[in-house]
């Protein structure tokens, strides 16, 4: 029997679903059933629900544990929502069930929530514990919603389908987030149906504890290894390039056609990522390959990411980065004498759960490169205490990426192009296996950075 592929679509391409019909699950007639989708809340949704990703502009979760009120944001939200209902109407939704269906679970969240807000009022309960339980229940709606809609969307339009809801709303039975999957997925043929999973998953470890906002992805990972996956797919709203188009010009850049997941790895440690790296791992050792397309250029084959890819050609395939980290100069004359300096600094990190990006030492010197996210002012005065010098300087990080750049002088030319613009280094760092070469340079030189790679190197 054919084995089945798992696919993810995206919150801005669910949005745009009569598209995402056209381009990818009716595409081609002969394709419609063994395809199992697992589906993210509409563009935007989770950000009412939880907090602005990028901004942090509260939503309701935040609302709540700040103890603001939060009942007109959850109005707001149901508003949104059956608007949104409304504009899928034209793809064959049955509003009604799907007005009903929304409406009983912000009528639910109320519910929650209000008893919630009793019981922090109360003072006899873990306020931390609550809390993580109302995030995972707020996350919960957005995903329910979108695999609702989309297959009562598929169900009128005359093709079996079914909606798989991981959220566990009303369940009182204790689950694993793994036996969750596996018991909703047990007695189910993907063969002859088209599935629609939620990206949220409830589980006794909370998956938002484990993997907060990429929990979606996960989830993909996890129902491809469950069911083995003949692909993973992930279905984007661009192409995975070899740049960002909004740093470097459209007309410059180009789609990847192959990588492996080091290269991915390597990518996500910068924010660029094609797969979270928790997802990538389980797909990885699983032998399952993974596919990052563009859902609205469904001609493109898109990326295709294996294990043993190696590029038959030294070069660079992805130039990328961020200007929203810093570096931590670590200086002790003591340093070039005593051993276990590294072993005290990453301590600090560990009890503080930061990871850095990058490092690099000389005799009395250790440079960290960190997200701007994880400077927190108690871990900081911690090393300060510790050490001769801590210096805090805000810098920004690029990097020239690929499965195959172990070649005589690809490193001189980075450094070239880069002096060439007028860029200083700061630090710079590439390990023996070579697949990243890591340049710290002034933060307001990050745009000219990434395209004097990309001119030198990739172009």
Known sequence: MTRVTVEKIGGTSMTRFAEILGNIILRD???????????????????????????????????FAQRDEYAGALEELKKHLLELNRSFVSCGLDLDAANRFISERIDGLREYLGSMSNLLASGYVSRDELLSAARELLASVGESHAAFNSANILRQRGFRADAIDLSGWGEAEELTIDQRIAKALAHLDPAGNVLFVTGYCKGTEGVMREFDR????????????????????????????????????????????????????????????????????????????????????????????????????S??????????????????????AEVGSDY?????????????????????????????????????????????????????????????IAKPGIMARAAKALADAGVNIITVSQTARQTNMQFAVDRQDFITAQRALHAELCE
């Open 29 to 63: 007639p002969a394709r419609v059933y063994g395809r199992i989708y697992v589906v993210s809340a509409y563009g935007g949704v989770t950000n009412l629900l939880l907090e602005h990703k990028k901004t942090g502009l509260p939503g309701i979760y935040a609302r």
């Open 214 to 313: 990429g929990y979606s992805e996960v989830i993909f990972s996890k129902v491809s290894v469950l069911v083995h996956a003949a692909e993973a797919v992930i279905h984007k709203e661009f192409h995975l390039s070899s740049a960002d188009p909004t740093i470097v010009d459209a007309a410059k850049i180009h789609p990847v056609g192959n990588t492996n997941f080091d290269v991915a790895d390597q990518l996500a440690d910068v924010g660029m990522e094609a797969i979270h790296p928790k997802a990538a791992k389980p797909l990885e050792l699983s032998g399952i390959p993974v596919r990052v397309k563009n859902a609205f250029d469904p001609d493109h084959d898109g990326t295709l990411i294996t294990r043993e890819y190696i590029c038959p050609d």
């Open 315 to 336: 070069k660079i395939e992805f130039v990328s980065g961020s200007k929203k980290v810093s570096l931590i100069e670590i200086h002790d004359t003591r340093m070039v």
């Open 344 to 404: 005290r600094i990453m301590e600090v990190l560990v009890r503080y759960r930061v990871s850095y990006i990058s490092k690099s030492t000389n005799a009395n010197t250790i440079d960290l490169i960190l997200w701007d996210r994880d400077l927190k002012p108690p871990m900081l005065d911690e090393l300060k205490s510790m050490f001769d010098s801590v210096e805090l300087q805000p810098v920004a990080i690029v990097c020239a990426i690929g499965s195959n």
